[in-house]
Protein backbone atom coordinates (compact mmCIF):
# COMPACT_ATOMS: atom_id res chain seq x y z
CA UNK A 1 0.00 0.00 0.00
CA UNK A 2 1.47 3.63 -0.58
CA UNK A 3 0.30 7.15 -1.34
CA UNK A 4 -0.34 9.42 -3.98
CA UNK A 5 -0.58 12.92 -3.02
CA UNK A 6 -3.62 14.53 -5.63
CA UNK A 7 -3.87 17.09 -7.99
CA UNK A 8 -6.82 19.73 -7.96
CA UNK A 9 -8.07 17.52 -10.92
CA UNK A 10 -8.03 14.39 -8.91
CA UNK A 11 -9.56 15.84 -5.96
CA UNK A 12 -12.41 16.93 -8.11
CA UNK A 13 -13.30 13.67 -9.23
CA UNK A 14 -12.90 11.83 -6.26
CA UNK A 15 -14.82 14.54 -3.93
CA UNK A 16 -18.08 14.64 -6.86
CA UNK A 17 -17.86 10.55 -7.39
CA UNK A 18 -17.33 9.39 -3.43
CA UNK A 19 -16.87 12.09 -0.84
CA UNK A 20 -20.77 13.22 -2.19
CA UNK A 21 -21.81 9.55 -1.01
CA UNK A 22 -19.58 8.38 1.72
CA UNK A 23 -20.14 11.39 4.21
CA UNK A 24 -23.02 13.20 5.12
CA UNK A 25 -23.97 17.02 3.53
CA UNK A 26 -22.97 18.43 7.14
CA UNK A 27 -19.73 16.78 7.21
CA UNK A 28 -18.78 17.69 4.01
CA UNK A 29 -16.45 20.87 3.26
CA UNK A 30 -17.05 22.86 -0.13
CA UNK A 31 -14.76 21.57 -2.67
CA UNK A 32 -13.37 25.12 -2.78
CA UNK A 33 -12.21 24.93 0.70
CA UNK A 34 -10.02 21.83 0.07
CA UNK A 35 -8.75 23.87 -2.61
CA UNK A 36 -8.01 26.65 -0.57
CA UNK A 37 -5.64 24.70 1.77
CA UNK A 38 -4.50 23.24 -0.83
CA UNK A 39 -3.36 26.37 -2.08
CA UNK A 40 -1.74 26.83 1.42
CA UNK A 41 0.19 23.76 1.16
CA UNK A 42 -1.42 22.85 4.58
CA UNK A 43 -3.68 20.07 3.15
CA UNK A 44 -2.24 16.84 1.83
CA UNK A 45 -5.42 14.98 -0.21
CA UNK A 46 -3.81 11.55 -0.80
CA UNK A 47 -4.58 8.49 -3.16
CA UNK A 48 -4.82 5.18 -1.25
CA UNK A 49 -3.10 3.00 -3.94
CA UNK A 50 -2.77 -0.60 -3.88
CA UNK A 51 -0.88 -2.44 -6.74
CA UNK A 52 -1.40 0.48 -8.73
CA UNK A 53 -4.90 1.33 -8.23
CA UNK A 54 -6.74 3.94 -6.77
CA UNK A 55 -8.77 2.06 -3.92
CA UNK A 56 -9.83 4.96 -1.53
CA UNK A 57 -8.44 8.29 -0.16
CA UNK A 58 -7.11 9.85 2.86
CA UNK A 59 -7.06 13.85 3.03
CA UNK A 60 -5.25 15.71 5.65
CA UNK A 61 -4.33 18.78 7.14
CA UNK A 62 -1.45 19.50 8.29
CA UNK A 63 -1.56 21.94 11.26
CA UNK A 64 2.00 24.13 10.50
CA UNK A 65 4.22 25.11 13.46
CA UNK A 66 3.10 21.48 14.88
CA UNK A 67 3.24 17.79 14.76
CA UNK A 68 -0.08 17.65 14.47
CA UNK A 69 -2.30 16.54 11.63
CA UNK A 70 -5.83 16.03 11.14
CA UNK A 71 -6.72 12.97 9.50
CA UNK A 72 -9.92 15.03 8.12
CA UNK A 73 -11.56 12.14 5.34
CA UNK A 74 -11.10 8.55 4.80
CA UNK A 75 -12.38 6.31 2.92
CA UNK A 76 -12.02 2.93 1.08
CA UNK A 77 -14.25 2.73 -2.28
CA UNK A 78 -17.31 1.07 -1.27
CA UNK A 79 -17.14 -1.95 -3.37
CA UNK A 80 -13.79 -2.59 -1.50
CA UNK A 81 -14.78 -1.84 2.20
CA UNK A 82 -14.34 -5.26 4.78
CA UNK A 83 -10.97 -6.43 3.37
CA UNK A 84 -8.99 -4.95 6.12
CA UNK A 85 -7.93 -1.97 4.16
CA UNK A 86 -8.92 0.46 6.38
CA UNK A 87 -7.05 -0.79 8.79
CA UNK A 88 -4.31 -1.22 6.25
CA UNK A 89 -4.34 2.64 5.71
CA UNK A 90 -4.08 3.93 9.28
CA UNK A 91 -1.69 1.76 9.60
CA UNK A 92 0.57 2.74 6.74
CA UNK A 93 -0.78 6.37 7.27
CA UNK A 94 1.60 6.31 10.67
CA UNK A 95 4.61 5.25 9.06
CA UNK A 96 4.06 7.84 6.41
CA UNK A 97 3.80 10.36 9.16
CA UNK A 98 6.38 9.38 11.73
CA UNK A 99 6.78 11.70 13.64
CA UNK A 100 3.14 13.40 13.71
CA UNK A 101 0.20 12.40 16.34
CA UNK A 102 -2.47 11.91 13.61
CA UNK A 103 -6.17 13.09 14.87
CA UNK A 104 -9.56 11.73 13.81
CA UNK A 105 -12.85 13.19 14.30
CA UNK A 106 -15.65 10.08 14.21
CA UNK A 107 -19.17 10.69 14.86
CA UNK A 108 -20.58 10.88 17.80
CA UNK A 109 -23.33 7.90 17.93
CA UNK A 110 -24.89 9.28 20.74
CA UNK A 111 -26.06 12.38 19.38
CA UNK A 112 -27.20 10.68 15.45
CA UNK A 113 -30.51 9.63 15.01
CA UNK A 114 -28.89 6.64 12.82
CA UNK A 115 -26.55 4.97 14.81
CA UNK A 116 -24.83 2.06 13.40
CA UNK A 117 -22.57 3.57 11.32
CA UNK A 118 -21.24 5.67 13.67
CA UNK A 119 -20.70 3.17 15.93
CA UNK A 120 -19.05 0.63 13.57
CA UNK A 121 -16.24 3.77 12.85
CA UNK A 122 -16.11 3.87 16.81
CA UNK A 123 -15.37 0.23 16.62
CA UNK A 124 -13.15 0.64 13.73
CA UNK A 125 -11.00 3.27 15.08
CA UNK A 126 -10.38 1.40 18.82
CA UNK A 127 -10.03 -1.78 16.99
CA UNK A 128 -7.01 -0.01 14.94
CA UNK A 129 -5.43 1.70 17.93
CA UNK A 130 -6.91 4.96 18.15
CA UNK A 131 -6.99 6.40 21.62
CA UNK A 132 -10.05 8.85 23.25
CA UNK A 133 -8.77 12.48 23.46
CA UNK A 134 -12.14 12.83 26.27
CA UNK A 135 -12.79 15.97 23.70
CA UNK A 136 -15.77 16.66 22.61
CA UNK A 137 -16.52 18.59 19.63
CA UNK A 138 -19.18 19.80 17.26
CA UNK A 139 -18.90 21.75 13.66
CA UNK A 140 -21.39 22.65 11.11
CA UNK A 141 -23.96 20.65 13.63
CA UNK A 142 -22.43 17.73 13.38
CA UNK A 143 -20.75 16.18 16.74
CA UNK A 144 -17.93 14.46 17.00
CA UNK A 145 -15.53 12.01 19.12
CA UNK A 146 -11.83 12.96 19.05
CA UNK A 147 -9.20 10.54 19.04
CA UNK A 148 -5.25 10.10 17.95
CA UNK A 149 -2.86 7.66 16.46
CA UNK A 150 0.76 7.76 16.69
CA UNK A 151 3.98 5.83 16.16
CA UNK A 152 5.60 8.18 18.47
CA UNK A 153 5.76 7.28 22.22
CA UNK A 154 3.50 10.28 23.36
CA UNK A 155 0.73 10.50 25.84
CA UNK A 156 -1.37 13.58 25.39
CA UNK A 157 -3.05 15.41 27.86
CA UNK A 158 -6.88 16.52 27.29
CA UNK A 159 -6.00 19.86 27.08
CA UNK A 160 -3.18 19.15 24.72
CA UNK A 161 -5.58 17.48 22.71
CA UNK A 162 -8.71 20.46 23.27
CA UNK A 163 -5.41 22.92 21.87
CA UNK A 164 -4.77 20.79 19.09
CA UNK A 165 -8.19 20.61 17.62
CA UNK A 166 -9.26 24.15 17.91
CA UNK A 167 -5.97 25.17 15.89
CA UNK A 168 -7.41 22.74 13.14
CA UNK A 169 -10.85 24.36 13.81
CA UNK A 170 -9.15 27.71 13.76
CA UNK A 171 -7.30 27.20 10.67
CA UNK A 172 -10.28 25.74 8.65
CA UNK A 173 -13.02 28.67 10.08
CA UNK A 174 -10.80 31.65 9.65
CA UNK A 175 -13.70 34.36 10.30
CA UNK A 176 -13.68 34.16 14.43
CA UNK A 177 -17.85 35.40 14.62
CA UNK A 178 -18.41 32.35 12.26
CA UNK A 179 -15.72 29.80 14.58
CA UNK A 180 -17.83 30.76 17.91
CA UNK A 181 -21.08 30.29 15.86
CA UNK A 182 -20.50 26.87 14.45
CA UNK A 183 -17.51 25.23 16.45
CA UNK A 184 -18.24 24.18 20.08
CA UNK A 185 -15.38 22.26 22.05
CA UNK A 186 -15.36 20.47 25.24
Given amino acids: MTFKLLNKSEVEKI ?26 NSYEPLGIMEEGNLIGYAFNLILNGTNY ?5 LAIFNELRGKALGSRTLS ?3 KEYPDKVIFIESENPEFMEEKYVPKKRMKFYQKNGCI ?18 SNMDTSLTKSDCMSAIK ?3 KYMIKNEKLYNEKVKIN
Fill in 15 to 40: YNSHMINDFPENELKPISSIFEMMDD
Fill in 69 to 73: ILLDY
Fill in 92 to 94: ALK
Fill in 132 to 149: DTFVRSEIWGAPYINMYI
Fill in 167 to 169: GFY
